[in-house]
């Protein structure tokens, strides 16, 4: 079975660009999460979705946008990019809100 | 603020013996907690989930938590090289999501 597909894996963007990540949960899954990790630290909640509703959404800015397809894929969208914004976006997707987590393998996102 | 503390290491053990990683959490009501490992440059993989007081195992992992002293450890026994890695001990504060520790680095040494 497939595991939890991330798109793309890397991405050079510029200051005040947008960018879209994508994610594609494991089938049977309906709940997907993001995560940023910043090198040293552990995942920073940005934002959960669970049957299309947003379920949660982490302290960051509004630049920071996401949502959930009918087939349960996700996007997160961010606008305006900052150079702080560089770091790794992990997807997440699990069977029920709380549950363990899995994740995929992150798309690498460096903002110069 | 709900918090989850680890010591961020990094920890070396010699190949073969056990290596103890620890995880303090601040909210006595939490429910759910989770061991995933992390390969530099990769994602984080779970590997163990625990949800009652007590001892899980699952091979050469085990999963220790005590809800009096808020306090979850992953024992590896065994230990192998490829264990070198870090491993994030994660907490469901009962909502939506999981709250993450910075992560300890464990480097076994051959």
């Known amino acids: 079975d497939a595991g939890v597909t991330q798109s793309p894996t890397h991405l050079i963007k510029t200051r005040g660009q947008q960018v879209t990540l994508r994610c594609s949960p494991i089938s049977g899954h309906k709940s997907v999460s993001w995560y940023q990790q910043v090198l040293g630290q552990g995942p920073q909640f940005i934002f959960q979705y669970y049957e299309k509703e947003e379920r949660g959404r982490g302290n960051f800015p509004d630049r920071f946008s996401a949502r959930q397809f009918p087939n349960y894929s996700s996007e997160l969208n961010v606008n305006a990019l900052l150079l702080g914004d560089s770091a790794l976006y992990l997807c997440?997707?699990?069977?029920?809100?709380?549950?363990?987590?899995?994740f995929g393998q992150g798309t690498r996102l460096t903002v110069v | 603020q709900k918090e989850v503390e680890q010591n961020s290491g990094p920890l070396s053990v010699p190949e073969g013996a056990i290596a103890s990683l620890n995880c303090t959490y601040s909210d006595r009501g939490s429910q759910s907690f989770f061991w995933y490992r992390q390969y530099s440059g990769k994602s984080p993989e779970l590997i163990m989930s625990i949800y009652s007081n007590g001892d899980k195992e699952d091979g050469r992992f085990t999963a220790q938590l005590n809800k009096a002293s808020q306090y979850v450890s992953l024992l590896i026994r065994d230990s192998q090289p490829s264990d070198s890695a870090t491993y994030l001990c994660a907490v469901n504060f009962g909502n939506e999501k999981l709250t993450f520790g910075t992560g300890t680095r464990l480097t076994i040494i051959p």
């Open positions: 997440a997707s699990s069977l029920a809100v709380g549950g363990g987590a899995f």
